[in-house]
């Protein structure tokens, strides 16, 4: 899997994102150990109703091709609510999350890339949130990066309340559930997400094809796509990143776009931008264009 290489000065331990990735772990490691204080059925039915809230409407559609991207347009209280959603993964603030990958996609496994998979697969995988860098954490630049919505009021409240909200749901859970409800719908929840996103920017610049010569090491990992609500055909994203639909191709399943077009057709989710592909002169790779959706 490669070796994280040699970090520059400028990187610094990021000591609260490590002691709280590793707390949510271990926590999350009760619902095996100790199953007689954390387990129900309901427990598990919660997790995965939140996995799929946070994780695919969250991170997937609010985070990433909504907020990021812009492939579509929503009404302001849904966006709002696939953006809390998104927060409550607990990756980073919008504005971080969402200036990161901006930075990503403009310098792809670059010294200019915080995910950067040149560096190795457990860097891109993990290491990389385990430091902050002045290039990718300065608020400045966040700033500039979000700056067509970092104005935000909602947003501003998300990006500096992670936890309170986090919290939020934690209570309710309690009240809800007990104990097995906090245990599978917080931390197990959280330690599942992170794997689903984390192998995007790892297994997904490592493993798989390419559709399209994009000129880094993105590729389309089909076990990441099933994992990560279609995140994994990850180098036709890299193509055309505008697209709301990831999987072009007819086995490239993408579940979030097929919630997509749910909205679509309930007339929630409107201008749904979607690639069209062909292959290019050389028969080895496609070409596309982004369109509006009919």
């Not at 966006?79 to 980073?92: D, E, K, R, S």
Request: hydrophobic share 45%; glycine share 8%.
């Amino acid at each position: 899997m490669g070796q994280i290489k040699s970090l520059p000065k400028k990187h610094r331990m990021a000591f609260a994102n490590v002691i709280g990735f590793v707390a949510i772990h271990l926590v999350a490691l009760t619902a095996v150990f100790l199953p007689e204080y954390t387990f129900s059925w309901s427990a598990v039915g919660v997790m995965l109703l939140l996995v799929w809230m946070t994780g695919s409407l969250g991170i997937c559609l609010g985070f990433h091709r909504y907020l990021t991207h812009r492939s579509f347009e929503l009404p302001k209280w849904l966006a709002n609510f696939f953006v809390l959603m998104g927060t409550l993964a607990m990756q980073a603030s919008p504005i971080t999350w969402v200036g990161q990958h901006r930075m990503h996609h403009a310098n792809s496994d670059t010294e200019k890339d915080p995910y950067n998979a040149s560096k190795g697969f457990w860097w891109s995988h993990l290491g990389w949130t385990f430091y902050k860098t002045h290039d990718f954490h300065d608020k400045r630049k966040l700033l500039e990066y979000t700056r067509d919505f970092s104005n935000d009021k909602f947003y501003q409240f998300l990006s500096n309340n992670m936890v309170l909200v986090q919290t939020m749901l934690g209570v309710v859970l309690y009240l809800m559930g007990g104990i097995p409800w906090v245990i599978w719908g917080i931390f197990v929840r959280l330690a599942v997400v992170y794997q689903q996103t984390m192998s995007v920017n790892s297994a997904a610049h490592k493993w798989g094809y390419q559709n399209f010569d994009t000129g880094d090491l993105s590729t389309n990992c089909w076990w990441v796509g099933i994992i990560a609500w279609g995140e994994g055909w990850h180098n036709n994203h890299h193509a055309l990143p505008k697209s709301a639909r990831h999987g072009l191709r007819p086995w490239e399943i993408d579940t979030t776009w097929m919630f997509i077009c749910v909205l679509k057709a309930l007339g929630l989710a409107t201008d749904v931008q979607v690639a069209t592909i062909e292959r290019d002169g050389s028969g080895q790779y496609f070409t596309g264009v982004t369109k509006k959706a009919a």
